[in-house]
């Protein structure tokens, strides 16, 4: 892909909307009231599904519940974040190529001279 159109797929993706990193699961969770359905010694029976946002930013993992009225709207910006590190990534590529590409010319030209 090339340059320009790469940065134009960037823009164009921040301009859909909040990019969030992570991953969301399924949680079922103990509650730690004594006597809950989730302590029970026999038949416990933990609290949920809940759905949890899990991600690493600066070297900290964290996480956070996402409610059943938010998870599509969570899910896309995670998608738009994998999107993000992908067009970011081809990116760095494409600049990493150009200035091969310039390094290339220079060493021809010092090779004519001689």
């Not at 010694?41 to 600066?58: D, E, M, R, W």
């Not at 956070?64 to 969570?74: G, L, P």
């Amino acid at each position: 892909m090339k340059l320009e159109s790469i940065k134009e797929n960037l823009i164009k993706l921040l301009n859909e909307g909040p990019i969030l990193p992570g991953s969301i699961k399924k949680q079922w969770n103990v509650c730690g009231m004594p006597g809950c359905r989730c302590k029970d010694p026999v038949n416990p029976k933990k609290h949920g599904p809940y759905f949890q946002l899990s991600f690493t930013i600066a070297g900290k993992s964290t996480s956070m519940f996402v409610k059943d009225d938010e998870f599509t709207s969570i899910r896309e910006a995670t998608e738009r974040y994998r999107q993000f590190k992908d067009l970011s990534m081809q990116l760095v590529q494409a600049y990493v190529e150009e200035e091969r590409g310039k390094r290339k010319g220079r060493k021809r030209r010092r090779q004519n001279r001689s």
